[in-house]
């Protein structure tokens, strides 16, 4: 039996530095906000609330003795803006590879340009993204949806087409948009913008899922990153689950497996990876009761 770790698994360059940012300002003393919480983990983000990092809703919320933390999804320019024209002290964690999607946006030509992002329109970096646009922006999914738009793009107006995607889009999805677009649109101009640290986590995530029968995706369920992951390792290993704690984990499919891949999302601290290998290494060497399966029972 054997259990396989990701090594690209847990906290990205992205989330870790804005964590940091976090931690330097509350041990200096200062009362910390953030817009939304900081992680998709509600334990840390707790953890945080308790040495005084809020997360709040909106900038309104924000008191003048508080100094607000961007999150790594980067913010809409607006916000930038009525940050500035408030005077609210704040440090800005977006990650670099979000901040470049921004500068190819915003310096788009609004009469020459209209610009596809390939993401969940919803989400927060790509509200973000959308709210830096200087020009026309829509948003597309999957090749499905793409399928849908961008011939009505085409139909509606000259313009030249700029493709960009979310950092933590599906790579695979993704090289399937790319070839469709340059299918239907010779001269788009296309910018991979799915961030390093992602491809890394995507390719070794399906990589261990292939060689498993049993893949344990850790993260948070509202983590979009995480769904993700699960996703990919699903497509290679049917018996893949997500799980959010060691708690979560059916010990009885551990128990089974011959082999196990573990990987985990973005904002999944090092804590909990442990928790769940810990976990997992009691059930194989035998230090864990099993409650018997339903099988069993019957028996
Ligand atoms: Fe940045 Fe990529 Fe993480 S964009 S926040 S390094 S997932």
Not at 31 to 60: F, Q, S, W, Y
Not at 101 to 110: A, G, L, M, R, Y
Request: aromatic share 4%; net charge negative; hydrophobic share 35%.
């Amino acid at each position: 039996m054997s259990i396989k770790k990701a090594d690209s698994a847990g906290f990205c360059f992205g989330v870790n530095r804005a964590i940091n940012i976090v931690n330097e300002l509350l041990e200096k003393g200062i009362k910390v906000a953030t817009l939304g919480p900081i992680i998709h983990n509600m334990e840390m983000v707790h953890e945080l609330e308790e040495r005084g990092c809020t997360p709040v809703k909106a900038v309104d919320e924000l008191t003048d003795d508080t100094t607000l933390v961007i999150r790594s999804h980067g913010v809409e320019k607006s916000v930038i803006d009525s940050l500035v024209k408030r005077g609210i002290n704040f440090e800005d964690a977006t990650c670099p590879f979000v901040k470049k999607i921004h500068k190819i946006v915003s310096n788009t030509n609004p009469e020459n340009d209209v610009v596809l992002i390939a993401g969940n329109k919803n989400h927060p970096e790509v509200c973000g993204i959308i709210g830096h646009c200087a020009s026309d922006c829509y948003t597309f999914n999957n090749e499905a949806e793409l399928d849908d738009l961008l011939p009505n793009i085409l139909k509606e107006n000259n313009k030249q087409v700029q493709i960009v995607a979310q950092t933590t889009f599906d790579t695979q999805e993704w090289k399937k948009c790319v070839k469709k677009i340059k299918k239907l649109c010779t001269n788009a101009k296309i910018f991979d913008t799915i961030c390093n640290a992602t491809q890394v986590r995507q390719t070794e995530a399906s990589q261990i899922a292939a060689e498993s029968d049993f893949m344990v995706v850790i993260g948070d369920r509202h983590s979009s990153n995480t769904g993700k992951l699960f996703d990919i390792c699903k497509r290679q290993c049917e018996n893949t689950v997500l799980i959010e704690t060691a708690a979560e984990l059916d010990l009885n499919k551990v128990s089974v497996a011959e082999s196990i891949g573990v990987t985990a999302g973005a904002s999944t601290p090092a804590r909990i990876i442990k928790e769940v290998l810990d976990t997992m290494s009691e059930v194989k060497s035998g230090e864990t009761n099993l409650e018997p399966s339903f099988e069993e029972m019957l028996e």
